[in-house]
């Protein structure tokens, strides 16, 4: 039996409050849960990993990247 990948969402509150978003079978339901939790507003950091891949497979960060940002990734990845 071969493994399944997952992809967690996972984010960071401006108040230092970390917080697991979800988990998810493939990675545009994961920028889709990224985008909206960027888009609630309070997010300082928010990131996806995988269980098959060290480390993060997406980063959003609120000192480079605006909430835009992370609607237009799941626009551009997968039209």
Not at 50 to 56: A, E, R, T
Request: net charge positive; aromatic share 12%; hydrophobic share 45%.
């Amino acid at each position: 039996m071969t493994p399944t990948e997952v992809f967690s969402v996972h984010s960071r509150t401006r108040y230092g409050v970390y917080i697991h978003v979800g988990e998810f079978l493939n990675l545009k339901q994961a920028y889709k849960a990224l985008a909206a939790e960027v888009g609630r507003g309070v997010t300082a950091n928010a990131w996806i990993a995988s269980n098959q891949v060290p480390g993060k497979l997406a980063l959003w960060d609120h000192e480079f990247d605006t909430i835009q940002d992370a609607a237009n990734w799941v626009l551009v990845r997968f039209r």
